[in-house]
C-alpha cells in the first residue's frame, strides 16, 4: 500500500506495533536532512515545482512527524527560524487557501443539492455528462450517473457526491491541517507559538502567518457548509485548534478566544440539535450520524483547553455559554448511550451502573468533556457556579442526568509549573470496583514515615490496585458473578463448620469409657450422653467432615478464580522489575510486532522475563498466548507454579484443605487446625503474630544462647554431678527410678528441658543436694554456684529478655498504631497538612479529604490517563503522566491546598521559622548558663576537697 493511501489510516493504534522501527527511521532521514529537502520544495514557487509533488512533500512531513516525533519537531522549528522571508509558511498558507477555496465551493453546491432534493422530495437525474460549473473552474458535482433510479430521498442523497477533483482537494486540505497538527503533537510550545506568528530577532516578521486565525476562519466556514463529505476534515480542523491550545499555548488561548472561537464552538455544538439537519446534510447511514455528534462533542474538549492551566477568561466564556443548552444536550447524550445500552434514560443509576462497560467509549467520553466544562468554569467563576447549579428549568430527567454525570466526575488538585490548580476528570467505571477492604488494608500498611513516602507507596501501588479494578470487573461479568465477598462468606462457612466440630469433639471424646465388660476401653468413645439419652457424635462428625471437604474444595476453586489472577500478575510484575535495563535495550532492537514462533528459546525466555507473560509479543491478532516454543511455555508455568507456592494465602487454603481431608480419613485431631482461621480473625492474634514475625531474628537468637548454655551446663553436669539427674517416676527398666544423664545427649535435653521449665531452675529438677556439712563441701559448693546461675542466666534473665522483645514490640506497635490513626484521622493524606490548618480558613477538614485531596481520585485519574492514548494528553496530563512514569511526586501538592490561600500559608510558615529560631536562641543561652554553672561547680570542688580531707583526718 502506497504512502497516499495509507496515510488517512494512520492513526496511532494502528502503527503502534511498529513504533519504535517507525521512530528509529524517522530519526534517520532527519539526520539525512530530508526535512529542509521537503521545506524547500514546498517553499518553492509553483512555476517550477508542481502541485502534486508539493502534495508528495507534505505527506512526507507527515511521515516523519508521526507520532508526534520531536526530533522532526526541531528540524522543522530549525528550518522556520532559518527561513528570513517566510518562504516556507507563506507557501504553505497559500496552499491551504487555494485548496478549502475549491473545497468551499464544492461542498456549498453539495449540501445545497441535499436540501434540493428534500425540497423535491424526489430526485431526477441529470442528462449524461452534465455538470455544473463553478466560477469556472474545471470542478463538477457528478450524478449517478447509471443503475437504477432511486426511489426514495434517502437513496437519492446517498448517492450525490462530488467528482475526483474535489475530493482531492478536500483530501489534500485535510491533510494540511494533519500536518500541522503533528507539529504541535507533544504539546511542543515552540511550534505552537511559531504558528501564530514568526518573529526574526524579536521582531515580527513582516511575512509573518497566522494559521492559528486561519484555521479557526476555516472552521467558521466549514459548519455552514458542513455535510457527510467533509465531516473528517472538520474534524482534522478541531484536532489542530485543539492541539494547538493544549499544553497550554497562552497565546494561542487569548488569539482563539479574540477571534470568536466560544461562538463558533456554540454552532457547531448546535447543529444537529434537529434530526432534520442530519437528512439536509446528507447524513443517512448511522455511522455518518455517529461522527456528527462526536464533531459536536469535541467542542467541549476545545473549550476546557481554552481554558487549560489559564482561567483568566473563565468569566468571559461562562457569560458566554448557554448553561441550560448544554445541559440538555448532556442528557440527549446520555438517552443516547442508555439506549445502546438497551436502558431507559431515567433507569437507576445502580442498574446503569451493572450494565456499563470498564471504560467508557472513547464517542462518549466527549459528552463527559461538556460537563468537565462546565464544572471547571463553575469553579472559576461565580457567575457559571450560579449558572451550573441553577434549578429554573430543571425537569427529573435532566436531573437524573446531571446526576449520572456528577457520579462518574471528580477532581483533584496538583502542581503544574509552580501553580496550584483543580483538575476535572472522568471515573472509568472498573473504578468503583476496588473494594474497601483493599484500601483499608492499604491504609494501614502504607509506609507513613514522611510525607513523600506515603504518596511514594500510593504511586508503587497503583498497577495492582488497576489489576484488582479490572479483575473484579471481569468477575462481574460471569454468569455467578462471583466477587472477593464470596470467597469470605465460603470462608466464613468452613470456619464455622471447623468450630462446631471441634465443639463436638471437646464434649464427646473420652478414652475411659466403662464398657459393658466392666472394664475400661483403650479406644475414644465418641459419644454424648444427655440423661439417658446417647447421641452418636461420630456420625455426626463424619458427615460434618464431607460437607467441610466440599466447602474447602469450593473455598480453593474460588481463591484460584478471584484472588489468583492479580497476584499472578503481581508476581511477574516484580520478576520483570529486575530487567528494567534490558528492556530497554530490547525496545531498541526488537520490533514492536515481533513474531516469537521465529526466534530461539534463549530469546524467548529473555522476552518473557524482560516484559512478562501478558506482553503482546505473546498474543497473536485473537489474542490467543502463544509462547513460540515449549520449552518457554515450561519456562512459564514453572515460575508462575513457583510464584504460587510462595504465597502465604495459597499455603493457607492448601493447609486448610490438607487438613479438611486428613481428618476425614486419618484422625479426628487435625480439626484442632483450623481453629487456627477463627484465631486470624481477631486483631490481637494478629497483632501477636505481627510481633513474633517481626522479631523472630531476636528470639531465635535468644533460643540460641539457651541451647549453648543448657549444652554448657549439661556438659559439666555430666562430668561432675550425673548422679542427681534421677528421677524415681521414671521406672521402665528400674523399679526404684532410673538416671536421666546416661549419655551427654541424654543429659543435654534434659538440662534444657526440664530446666527452663521446672520453675526453680536446675536446683528443683535436679534429685536433692549436697550438704555442706556431710564433709562434701566441693560438690555442694559446686550446686549452689550451678543451681543459681542457671536460675538467674536461663530461667530470670533469659525469660525476661524474652517478655522484654515481646512487651516492646507491642509497645511499639501501639505506638505505631497510635501514630497511623492520629495521622489517618488528623492529617491528610496527599498534602500532609493537618486538620487545625483548615479549621481556619475553609470549610473543614473532612470535606478536604473528602472532595480535594481524596487519595482514592488520584488512583482513578492515574487510570484514566493509562487507559487514555497519550497523543490525546492535554498538557497537564502529559507533565503528570511523564513524571509518573519516572516515579516523581512532586505534581502532588505537598503541604499546599486550594482551600487554604497562600497568604495564609505564608503566614503559617512563617511563624514557625520565626518561632523556632527564637527557641533556638533560648536554647543557646540556656547552654551558656548551664556551661556557666559547670565551671562555678567545678572551682568550688577544687577549693571544698582539701578542706573535706582536713576535717577528715
Known amino acids: 500500500m502506497c504512502i497516499r493511501d495509507r496515510y488517512m489510516g494512520w492513526s496511532n493504534e494502528d502503527w503502534e506495533e511498529s513504533q519504535v522501527q517507525v521512530k528509529k527511521k524517522q530519526d534517520e532521514l532527519v539526520d539525512q536532512k530530508l526535512v529542509p529537502i521537503y521545506c524547500d520544495l514546498i517553499a518553492s514557487s509553483s512555476k517550477l515545482v508542481p502541485k502534486l509533488l508539493k502534495e508528495e512533500a507534505i505527506l512526507g512531513c507527515v511521515s516523519l512527524l508521526l507520532g508526534g516525533n520531536s526530533k522532526a519537531q526541531g528540524a522543522f522549528l530549525e528550518y522556520m527560524i532559518d527561513d528570513e522571508r517566510n518562504d516556507f509558511l507563506v507557501s504553505l498558507k497559500r496552499l491551504m487557501d487555494e485548496s478549502f477555496t475549491i473545497v468551499k465551493k464544492g461542498m456549498r453546491y453539495l449540501s445545497q443539492k441535499y436540501v434540493d432534493i428534500i425540497i423535491d422530495g424526489g430526485f431526477s437525474p441529470s442528462p449524461e455528462g452534465a455538470g455544473d460549473s463553478m466560477g469556472g473552474s474545471s470542478m463538477t458535482i457528478s450524478f449517478n450517473q447509471s443503475g437504477p433510479v432511486p426511489t426514495s430521498i434517502e437513496e437519492a442523497i446517498k448517492r450525490e457526491t462530488v467528482n475526483d477533483s474535489i475530493k482531492a482537494e478536500l483530501e489534500f486540505s485535510r491533510r494540511l491541517y494533519r500536518f500541522l497538527q503533528l507539529l504541535c503533537e507533544g504539546h511542543n510550545e515552540g511550534l505552537q507559538n511559531h504558528l501564530r506568528e514568526q518573529r526574526q530577532g524579536g521582531k515580527l516578521n513582516g511575512k509573518s502567518q497566522n494559521f492559528i486565525i486561519t484555521a479557526v476562519s476555516t472552521l467558521s466556514n466549514t459548519i455552514k457548509f458542513l455535510n457527510v463529505q467533509c465531516l473528517d476534515f472538520c474534524e482534522q480542523v478541531m484536532n489542530f485548534l485543539i492541539e494547538s491550545l493544549q499544553g497550554p499555548c497562552q497565546g494561542n488561548q487569548r488569539d482563539m478566544a479574540l477571534n470568536r472561537i466560544v461562538d463558533i464552538a456554540k454552532d457547531l455544538l448546535g447543529l444537529f440539535d434537529k434530526k432534520t439537519e442530519f437528512m439536509k446534510r446528507g447524513l443517512i447511514e448511522e455511522e455518518d450520524k455517529a461522527k456528527a455528534r462526536k464533531l459536536a462533542n469535541m467542542c467541549g474538549k476545545l473549550m476546557v483547553s481554552l481554558i487549560e492551566g489559564n482561567t483568566s477568561e473563565a468569566e468571559v466564556l461562562s457569560k458566554n455559554l448557554d448553561f441550560n443548552y448544554l445541559k440538555e444536550k448532556l442528557k440527549d447524550n446520555l438517552a443516547d448511550y442508555l439506549a445502546e445500552l438497551r436502558l431507559h434514560n431515567m433507569a437507576p443509576l445502580d442498574d446503569i451502573h451493572e450494565r456499563l462497560p470498564a471504560d467508557f467509549p472513547e464517542e462518549f467520553l466527549e459528552s463527559f468533556n461538556l460537563f468537565i466544562l462546565m464544572k471547571t468554569l463553575a469553579d472559576s467563576s461565580e457567575y457559571a457556579k450560579s449558572e451550573f447549579e441553577s434549578k429554573e428549568f430543571m425537569t427529573a430527567e435532566l436531573g437524573h442526568a446531571l446526576e449520572f454525570y456528577q457520579s462518574y466526575t471528580a477532581s483533584i488538585e496538583i502542581k503544574f509549573k509552580d501553580q496550584l490548580i483543580r483538575v476535572f476528570f472522568t471515573i472509568h467505571p472498573a473504578c468503583y470496583f476496588l473494594s474497601e477492604a483493599t484500601k483499608e488494608v492499604f491504609m494501614k500498611e502504607v509506609n507513613r514515615g514522611t510525607p513523600n513516602e506515603k504518596l511514594e507507596g500510593l504511586v508503587e501501588e497503583l498497577p495492582a490496585l488497576i489489576d484488582e479494578m479490572e479483575h473484579n470487573y471481569f468477575l462481574r461479568s460471569l454468569p455467578m458473578s462471583l466477587t472477593p465477598n464470596r470467597l469470605k462468606l465460603v470462608r466464613f462457612i468452613a470456619s464455622f463448620i471447623a468450630a462446631l466440630i471441634n465443639l463436638l469433639i471437646i464434649f464427646s471424646f473420652d478414652r475411659k469409657t466403662l464398657d459393658p465388660t466392666g472394664t475400661y476401653s483403650i479406644g475414644i468413645d465418641k459419644k454424648i450422653r444427655i440423661g439417658d439419652n446417647i447421641i452418636n457424635v461420630g456420625s455426626i462428625i463424619d458427615v460434618l467432615g464431607i460437607i467441610q471437604i466440599a466447602v474447602c474444595s469450593i473455598m480453593m476453586v474460588l481463591w484460584f478464580i478471584v484472588a489468583w489472577p492479580p497476584i499472578l500478575r503481581q508476581g511477574w510484575r516484580t520478576i520483570t522489575e529486575e530487567y528494567t535495563l534490558r528492556r530497554k535495550q530490547l525496545d531498541e532492537e526488537l520490533p514492536k510486532d515481533v513474531n516469537v514462533r521465529e526466534l530461539c528459546v534463549s530469546e524467548t525466555r529473555e522476552l518473557l522475563y524482560c516484559y512478562g507473560p501478558y506482553h503482546r509479543h505473546f498474543h497473536d491478532r485473537h489474542g490467543k498466548r502463544h509462547f513460540g516454543n515449549w520449552e518457554t511455555r515450561v519456562e512459564f508455568w514453572w515460575t508462575s507454579v513457583t510464584i504460587l507456592v510462595s504465597n502465604g494465602s495459597f499455603l493457607f487454603y492448601l493447609l486448610y484443605n490438607v487438613f479438611s481431608w486428613l481428618s476425614f480419613l486419618v484422625d479426628e485431631m487435625f480439626y484442632c ?40 551446663y549439661a556438659t559439666m553436669g555430666f562430668n561432675f554431678i550425673s548422679d542427681y539427674y534421677f528421677s524415681s517416676s521414671v521406672t521402665q527398666f528400674n523399679d526404684s527410678g532410673e538416671s536421666l544423664c546416661t549419655d551427654l545427649l541424654q543429659c543435654f535435653i534434659n538440662t534444657w528441658n526440664m530446666g527452663l521449665r521446672a520453675g526453680g531452675g536446675m536446683g528443683e529438677f535436679l534429685n ?141 510558615e512563617q511563624i514557625i521559622e520565626e518561632g523556632t529560631k527564637r527557641l533556638m536562641d533560648e536554647l543557646r543561652i540556656l547552654a551558656a548558663k548551664i556551661q556557666k554553672f559547670e565551671l562555678a561547680l567545678s572551682k568550688f570542688v577544687r577549693l571544698a576537697t582539701p578542706a573535706a580531707q582536713q576535717v577528715k583526718k
Open 673 to 712: 487446625f483450623q481453629v487456627l482461621d477463627i484465631m486470624s480473625r481477631f486483631p490481637a492474634m494478629n497483632n501477636l503474630l505481627h510481633v513474633i514475625k517481626t522479631n523472630k531474628n531476636a528470639i531465635i537468637m535468644v533460643f540460641v544462647f539457651d541451647g549453648i548454655m543448657a549444652y554448657i
Open 768 to 908: 536433692g543436694g549436697a550438704s555442706y556439712y556431710d564433709g562434701n563441701g566441693a560438690r555442694f559448693t559446686y550446686r549452689f554456684f550451678n543451681d543459681l546461675s542457671f536460675y538467674l542466666f536461663l530461667n530470670v534473665i533469659m525469660t525476661e529478655v524474652i517478655l522484654g522483645i515481646i512487651v516492646d514490640s507491642f509497645g511499639q506497635l501501639r505506638e505505631e498504631k497510635n501514630a497511623m490513626q492520629d495521622d489517618m484521622t488528623n492529617t491528610c493524606f496527599i498534602c500532609s497538612l493537618h486538620r487545625s490548618e483548615f479549621a481556619r480558613v475553609s470549610d473543614g477538614f473532612e470535606p478536604h479529604i473528602e472532595r480535594d485531596h481524596n487519595p482514592w481520585n488520584y488512583v482513578y485519574f492515574l487510570y484514566a490517563l493509562e487507559k487514555k492514548d497519550e497523543t490525546e494528553y492535554n498538557g497537564v496530563e502529559s507533565e503528570i503522566m511523564a513524571k509518573y512514569n519516572e516515579g516523581d511526586t512532586s505534581w502532588f501538592p505537598m503541604l499546599r491546598a486550594l482551600s487554604i490561600p497562600i497568604e495564609e500559608k505564608l503566614d503559617l
